[in-house]
Antibody, heavy 119, light 111 residues
Framework: QVQLVQSGAEVKKPGASVKVSCKASGYTFTSYGISWVRQAPGQGLEWMGW????????NYAQKLQGRVTMTTDTSTSTAYMELRSLRSDDTAVYYC????????????WGQGTLVTVSS | QSVLTQPPSASGTPGQRVTISCSGSSSNIGSNYVYWYQQLPGTAPKLLIY???QRPSGVPDRFSGSKSGTSASLAISGLRSEDEADYYCAAWDDSLSGPWVFGGGTKLTVL
């Protein structure tokens, strides 16, 4: 069965960086893209960006350009999201989600990783 | 401020039919598919409807989606207590807001 398993919770200071991992299993990793979506406490969902696991092409949300980098390691079927220059309003649960084929939307999600930014 | 507009709350009693609306514009709902996600408390979102009105396998047919112009709706019939959750609409957006945009979410309470 398809699974996306994310790394554990992180606590970071303002100005630091965080790197969250998302290990995929149960499907051919390079056949799908991975999006990252975050959710601030008590708030809605915000799309952060997408990476093709096939060729590494990326597409980032305009507001995060320059602070976010998404990568993949096809040898371990793992996607990574790094966010730099952290601010308090980056405190959120970060989700990875597989983008299904043929416009099926985000069909599988990771369990989420809480990133807390606090001095 | 979300690009897609949803009512913050909705409610119904068991067995009732409820609908949740999602309003957008020509650059998103008006020209692209609409998706709906269900988020139970403390869990990750789950795909409920894709391509406006398609249900993934395992999603009960009590859930249905529709789209007209720049608006979309999610209908839940035969409401059950386990349907109490947050519901989000999403769409691809052709403007600089995108490519993916979400609604602010609707909290559904089963009375």
């Amino acid at each position: 069965q398809v699974q996306l398993v994310q790394s554990g919770a992180e606590v970071k200071k303002p100005g630091a960086s965080v790197k969250v991992s998302c290990k995929a299993s149960g499907y051919t990793f390079t056949s799908y893209g991975i999006s990252w979506v975050r959710q601030a406490p008590g708030q809605g969902l915000e799309w952060m960006g997408w990476i093709s696991a096939y060729n590494g092409n990326t597409n980032y949300a305009q507001k995060l350009q320059g602070r976010v980098t998404m990568t993949t390691d096809t040898s371990t079927s793992t996607a990574y999201m790094e966010l730099r220059s952290l601010r308090s309003d980056d405190t959120a649960v970060y989700y990875c989600a597989r983008e299904g084929a043929a416009a099926r939307g985000f069909d599988y999600w990771g369990q989420g990783t809480l990133v807390t930014v606090s001095s | 401020q979300s690009v897609l507009t949803q009512p913050p709350s909705a409610s119904g009693t068991p067995g009732q039919r409820v609908t949740i609306s999602c309003s957008g514009s020509s650059s998103n709902i008006g020209s692209n598919y609409v998706y709906w996600y269900q988020q139970l408390p403390g869990t990750a979102p789950k795909l409920l409807i894709y391509r406006n009105n398609q249900r993934p396998s395992g999603v009960p047919d009590r859930f249905s989606g529709s789209k007209s112009g720049t608006s979309a709706s999610l209908a839940i019939s035969g409401l059950r207590s386990e349907d109490e959750a947050d519901y989000y609409c999403a769409a691809w957006d052709d403007s600089l807001s995108g490519p993916w945009v979400f609604g602010g979410g609707t909290k559904l309470t089963v009375l």
